[in-house]
């Protein structure tokens, strides 16, 4: 249901279209540069349409370029040449089970309509350029139900960040991205890479593919930064332009309510833009918004892993206008780590790997370590309604710190004792004090996990049961590559905070991407995916790339539809603008 939004400071007024007094007119005006916004550009440049993308920030690129860049593609192209079977059939068996019904975003038509997609859209991109490859050993996040498989999800080879020229300067990626040619399937091996014959293999080989880059000189990035580079290098050669600095700041309607136009700030002045064909938004969501994280997910702070762009501001636009919004309390949960300065890190591995657990302020543990990050951080929230677990504490022993890798502590771990985020001891009792949770309850709590650790069975959580939480485990460690015992101090204990990837909450959209009001009524003329809306994948993260798939299959089949509408003849009005500069 819609919420109370802010006023709208824009120029121009819903039903005022103003006549034919426009300063640019396109077929279709794309806002953001993640995932869904530049597949729905591409998509629409190759239907032959004239495509303008404006973003609010000085950087292109949006969530998507400092992700992981994976993308959850059931039953794609890569999976049938390798002879690997899927199908939609069994896709969609997955999906329903594992997805609870959250009302329309959630529907077996919104489900069945991103399954049919995926296809044609990893097909539009690699003819196009872009340069798939399969996350093969990645298994879906519940692999052990109906449908569940490993090797659906997809990434994109590190990519030559130079064939951008200046442009990539420009992108969040160069800003604040990984700048090695990283994959999504080299962190489960890297992470183990100095106790595991795999583990030392994988990094020999990221260390040769990296100098190997250098050698040719070539500046390759991997992950996010791959995705969004090669998506807007298609964008480039398409020559479709990019304003930067650019926010939407109004919606222009016609009388009937059908989206017409909109209202961008461009250096200074706002510029009136008509659509023939319609708006696309694939703006992000708000997980930089502290207003709107208080009111929705009742956090005094946020520990998110979005860029600070991630505001909400066109989710609120759009709801002024009509739509209707869901999922608003939601978000792409996962325990995170702060850093000495306030840098956030999401955590993965280091929380699954043996020889470590998780407790709350009481000393107790209450959930499975190695569990999707989606389902980690819903319980972090839930257990914190009862016990503070908001922070809660990631303890590890001393073979843990010696054989793997966590990443986020690797450089600096002075200065993080120093500040009291990383703490230290000889005995687990003398670390409790330390942490200021009950000496008795964390030895009890240790002394249980270690007789798991022996038999290779939690008996409490069920930590090491699945494909999924071994992915993220030691093979060498038996018989549960998940359980070690925390017996060798010295003990380490590192604050977990509920971190996220970004909100899930947004706008409502029908299979089309099609924006809805409250009655269910489509809004002519306005199209969104990706964090703007309300996630298909409803409260859950069924595999891996689970957000920027559907942004960008979403977007893909926002474009699809635009181009098959009615487009009636515009006059320019006061002529259109001449600038055609993608900066």
């Not at 426009?22 to 004239?50: F, K, Q, S, Y």
């Not at 739509?323 to 840098?343: F, H, I, Q, Y």
């Not at 309300?534 to 993260?541: D, E, L, N, P």
């Amino acid at each position: 249901m819609a919420q109370e939004h802010k006023e709208n400071t824009g120029s121009a007024q819903a039903g005022t279209p103003a006549g034919e007094d426009w300063d640019r007119i396109v077929d279709v005006l794309v806002v953001g540069t993640g995932a869904a916004a530049l597949t729905a550009a591409i998509t629409a440049a190759e239907d032959e349409l004239d495509v303008l993308v404006v973003e609010s920030t000085d950087v292109w690129g949006g969530t998507t370029a400092v992700s992981g860049g994976g993308m959850w593609m059931p039953n794609n192209p890569l999976m049938a040449r390798a002879g690997v079977p899927d199908s939609t059939e069994k896709a969609l068996t997955y999906m329903e089970t594992v997805i609870d019904d959250v009302g329309p975003v959630s529907s077996r038509e919104r489900k069945l309509a991103f399954l049919h997609a995926v296809p044609d859209v990893v097909t539009m991109l690699g003819a196009l350029g872009v340069q798939w490859m399969r996350s093969k050993d990645y298994p879906d996040y519940y692999p052990d139900k109906p449908g569940g498989m490993i090797g659906r999800s997809l990434e994109v080879r590190p990519f030559d960040t130079k064939v951008l020229g200046t442009w990539f300067k420009q992108s969040r990626a160069a800003k604040s991205g990984v700048p090695v040619p990283l994959m999504t399937d080299d962190v489960w091996e890297l992470s183990r890479a100095w106790s595991t014959p795999s583990g030392f293999i994988r990094g020999a080989r990221f260390v040769f593919r990296t100098l190997g880059g250098l050698a040719r000189g070539k500046r390759l990035y991997g992950l996010g930064g791959a995705l969004s580079s090669s998506l807007m290098h298609i964008v480039r050669q398409q020559q479709t332009p990019v304003w930067l600095s650019s926010p939407l700041i109004d919606l222009i309607q016609d009388d009937d309510g059908a989206v017409v136009g909109a209202v961008v700030t461009r250096r200074g002045r706002s510029v009136r833009i008509r659509t023939r064909k319609g708006v696309v938004l694939g703006a992000g969501g708000f997980a930089r918004n502290a207003q709107w994280r208080k009111k929705y997910h009742g956090l005094e702070q946020e520990y998110s892993s979005a860029p600070e762009g991630d505001q909400g501001d066109v989710i609120d636009l759009a709801a002024q206008r009509g739509a209707a919004l869901a999922l608003m309390d939601d978000a792409w949960w996962g325990p995170s780590t702060v850093a000495p300065g306030g840098g956030v890190a999401f955590s993965l591995a280091e929380r699954s790997m043996p020889h470590s657990l998780v407790v709350d302020s009481s000393g107790q543990r209450y959930l499975n370590e190695s569990e999707s990050y989606v389902d980690f951080g819903h319980h972090m929230l839930e257990r914190n309604q009862t016990v503070t677990a908001n922070p809660s504490w990631l303890v590890m022993e001393a073979r843990h710190r010696r054989r793997y890798l966590f990443s986020a502590i690797m450089v600096g771990k002075k200065k993080w004792a120093a500040e009291g985020l990383l703490l230290q001891a000889d005995t687990v009792e003398e670390l409790a004090e330390k942490m200021n949770v009950p000496a008795a309850a964390l030895a009890a709590t240790v002394q249980r996990f270690n007789g798991f650790a022996r038999t290779g069975v939690d008996e409490d959580f069920g930590r090491g049961n699945t494909a999924y939480d071994n992915y993220y485990g030691d093979p060498g460690v038996k018989p549960n590559p998940n359980l070690g015992a925390l017996e060798k101090g010295p003990f380490t204990a590192v604050r977990l905070y509920p971190g996220d990837l970004g909100t899930k909450g947004g706008l409502v959209t029908d299979p089309d991407a099609r924006v809805l009001r409250e009655d269910g009524s489509v809004i002519e003329g306005l199209y969104a995916a990706g964090n703007t809306t309300a996630s298909v994948m409803g409260r859950t993260y069924p595999g891996a790339g689970a957000t920027i798939a559907p942004a960008a299959v979403f977007g893909y089949l926002a474009a699809r539809h635009a181009a098959g509408r009615t487009a009636e003849p515009v006059s320019a009005g006061r002529g259109e603008l001449e600038e055609v500069s993608a900066s």
